[in-house]
């Protein structure tokens, strides 16, 4: 019964689509790959959706509906961010991007559920959104036209991960993990007086670097068990002597 | 000036589409990976497709109109057809299709120009323009909802081929001895006295295996030249003895 393959489960989550027909069409290329798990963030929805969803109604239908993006990932593992403007560069950690081959390298024995997620039409994601993301995933475009239209990116990264997730994997709930070690890191920072303004952008960088490495369980509780000792022997030790 | 890569244009030929957002959703991908000739066989086109098209209008402005599938492959070196339909197996020459990674395989190399075929939203490719096609490609989906948007067809099978396309190559003509091959074939099932009934089938199939087999110009000619002598000696000293 537990014999399936160890592969990530994903979910689509789209973020303030204003074009309801490329709602119904992400929906019609989620069914034509064999997703099913749609989470819809203040997005447009209506009969023109349910007429370019075509066969993939029932992908519509059940689709989760929320109102702030927080909510929509908090049950997920890891979340994959999706850009269409390439920094080119590694200079700005915020942007720097694999593209959707690497992705599925790293995560095709993670088990887990990932989260992939495409922003506006016009805007993409926020930075608020992006610095929340795991990692970033960039199609290759041309650089005379980079902007994809959102099904189209939809179609091309899950054509790419629909090769290695043919059966849908039992899930192993690895989220609490890796929430509670940058939930650590996090601690970790404000112990150590962690300059105020710097603080959002290590823990960003490390959610990155956490997300690119596609962390295993055991390194997960290894770093969770190094931090919590660091904020242990520092409390016990030094300014915060005493408290405990 | 000609140390370009040999690797082959592609060509997109879009067949019957009624919907004219298809049209110009199809334009706008060409453009965001890079390809720029795209052929309308009978397809719709307006308002809507320049609307789908966003800042691809150029490519739907340069697109050359066709009224028949003949005249708009007749330069090209190789046609491949793309299929929504899996046959699953051999059985069916006809409909037996590779995947867009082992076209790029085969023809990354290629000195020549690849037009890709997308067909009708409802009935796809007819089997008169099946037939014609060198090779067909088939997109992996699910069998549960195995009909992808026309766009998001392109959308994948460009993406697939775009990663070892970023140069244009400058073009070899080896559509003339291709084509030169193929009559050469047909002339020879001519003077063997091959079964008329089963000539179409064959020569469909002879078309198929040159098409897999990514023919390099020398075999090409090689075999040519065996067509072409076989025809000779037949014609010089068996039944039509005394022709020449």
Chains 1, 2 share one sequence.
Do not use: Q, W
């Not at 689509?17 to 069914?31: T, W």
């Not at 694999?98 to 805007?123: H, M, N, Q, W």
């Not at 490390?206 to 931090?227: N, Q």
Request: with cysteine.
């Amino acid at each position: 019964l537990r014999r399936r393959e160890s592969i990530p489960e994903f979910a689509v989550v789209l973020v303030g689509l204003k074009n309801e027909g490329n709602v119904g069409a992400v929906a019609r290329v989620m069914k034509n790959f064999g997703f099913n798990d749609l989470r819809l963030v203040n997005c447009a929805l209506g009969e023109e959706a349910n007429k370019r969803a075509m066969h993939a109604g029932d992908i519509l239908a059940s689709a989760k509906i929320f109102s702030d993006f927080e909510s929509s990932i908090k049950d997920l593992d890891i979340v994959v961010g999706t850009s269409g403007v390439d920094s080119g560069a590694e200079k700005n950690y915020l942007r720097h991007a694999i593209s959707p081959e690497e992705l599925l390298k790293k995560y095709a024995r993670f088990r887990g559920k990932v989260g992939l997620v495409f922003g506006r039409e016009d805007f993409g994601l926020l930075n608020t959104e992006l610095e929340r993301c795991d990692l970033l995933v960039k199609i290759d475009t041309s650089p005379v036209y980079p902007i994809m239209n959102v099904s189209h990116a939809v179609a091309v990264l899950l054509y790419v991960l629909r090769r290695k997730s043919k059966k849908v994997a039992s899930r192993k709930p690895e989220a609490m993990e890796i929430s509670e070690l940058h939930l650590a890191f996090g601690e970790l920072l404000d112990l150590i007086g962690y300059p105020e303004h710097r603080k959002k952008n290590a823990k960003v960088m490390f959610r990155r670097l956490v997300g690119r490495a596609c962390i295993t369980r055991l390194e997960t509780t290894m770093l969770i068990g190094v931090f919590r000792r660091c904020a242990k022997s520092r409390g016990g030790f030094d300014e915060h002597k005493g408290e405990h």
